[in-house]
């Protein structure tokens, strides 16, 4: 693997098979109506890192192999995130998504709230296919999760004394959650050891937290054009994100009280604004810091297994999560 | 059953089950999230009809008996006819429902798409408690085609010449499918013969159908102190209905012209000034024609069945279905 690009090990361990998860996606994805249809077919050009499909994919190679239950599995956690997504972009008000106008900016936001719907309900008839009511159990329950993650970032928006520990919880929730199910399903249906099964759900959730961290440094931090998504949006909706719960808890109290003003009041110069406090701060060293433990956590989880290609693969993802942001 | 009010009957024949959907329903709609659970506690009091775990224990009653997964799947159906319904009020911007604010308007419209995905996960979640994948698949299957009706009819909007195909096709999806799956999983999880099975479903959707052509009614016609609900919002949102389609494929040219000028530039004052056409039009007895005729077709289903006190329930329900309205 040394040298070997980390997108490239990807398609020579789990490349025919991820293949294979489009097409049951592009399969399941199509309607007669000609307006559902309309919308799936735009929405195939947000199409993204395919993550939670290469998580249960990879967590199922490395610990006992990959069966054709998978494939559905990672075509299901692709579409309930997909749902998430789009129903994000309406909470969001978000104009682009991977460069590509999003449901609510291209029709409105009454589509997009059906259109997520319509993603949520398919992949549960999806996960219905399977043989036993096992996977639709867990999925019902990890997306319940999900959604009481992001309806306690709702609650807290626009509370400036959010605290670290009530920010991992809603972490936890709206992305860790769905990222633990994939390690979980991929190991438990490649029928691994309980043991395994375990660290992988954990692995997951590592991964899932590290990512969310990154995710929320780049909504301050990044570039439109690279990210091809608009940001600034956690500060325009008053979400607190690590960076800036460090910054207003390490803040001198006249930089702190500057600070406040400017979250209260948020407008397109905020996040320029902000940019001198966090020069004269900790305060991304130390997300990095978090990100980068919660990866070391995540790479410990595969200790259990073989050294097989799949295992270096996830190891390097959990680099990648903590790397693309800092 | 002569004399008896159809809601005692309703109580003698499935009064207890009824209640241990209710306990069903209690038990599950409980989080610990402290936000999740005040939103939970205020959407108890929207409590409806409970038409559909009605339909769903009354066809089980009248094709074989009611089972302990009956119970469970009632829950399931209400839990998801609840969550179109808080989705329905962020599309429709309605301010109360059963004399209670909505979710959107007593919080906010993110709070509502959340807790309405929070109510559709767990439904699926609760319906993957039972043995088989079957009620998943099929009530996956139902939810899809209610979006997908939701959507055509978002589409649609603003459509002055949607013509009564398009109009019954969109209420075949969002209203119909879950009336008809009801009858479909009381019948079949009480074991009945395919052809009673064919024929609940057929009930239902016939019953679904009457039950939203009588709704669309009282949109335009009915007294908001006396059903609790905003009314006119589907002509504020251009969503054109059985009456008014009539009424503008019968009206004069002057008329129509002058009707479609209304219907171009909706306000508070709209209604009213559409009752005059009303009057001189056939479309309120056409209209009222079209729901007896199905609330018949839903009876005669019924003739299959041995003859039972939740069988005389059923057809009562037809009857009411329309009589509400008109």
New interface residues.
Partial sequence: MQGVPVLTAVELAIGTELLETEQVLAEELQ?D?P??SD?LQHSTRFRGKRLRPMLLLLTAKASGGIRQDHKILAAVVEMIHL??LV?DD??DDAETRRHVATVNARW????S??????L???S??????????YA??R???A??I???G???Q??ERGNLDLCEEAYFKIIDGKTAELTALCGHLGALYAQAEPAIVTAMEQYGRSLGLAFQIADDVLDLMGNEGKTGKSLGSDLQKQKLTLPLIRLLSTASDADAAEIRQFLAHPDETTRDRLAPYFERSDAFQYTHQKAKSLANDARRQLELLPMTPARRILAEIAEFAVQRSF
Avoid: P, Q, W
Avoid at 113 to 118: A, P, W
Avoid at 124 to 133: K, M, N, P, V, W
């Fill in positions: 309607s109506n307006y559902v919308i749902a998430t129903h309406v909470l409105n936001n009454e589509t709230v059906l259109f997520g719907d319509y949520f309900t398919h549960f008839h999806l996960a219905s296919s399977l043989e036993t009511t639709c159990r999925i019902g329950r997306t319940n999900v959604c009481e992001e309806l306690s709702i609650k």
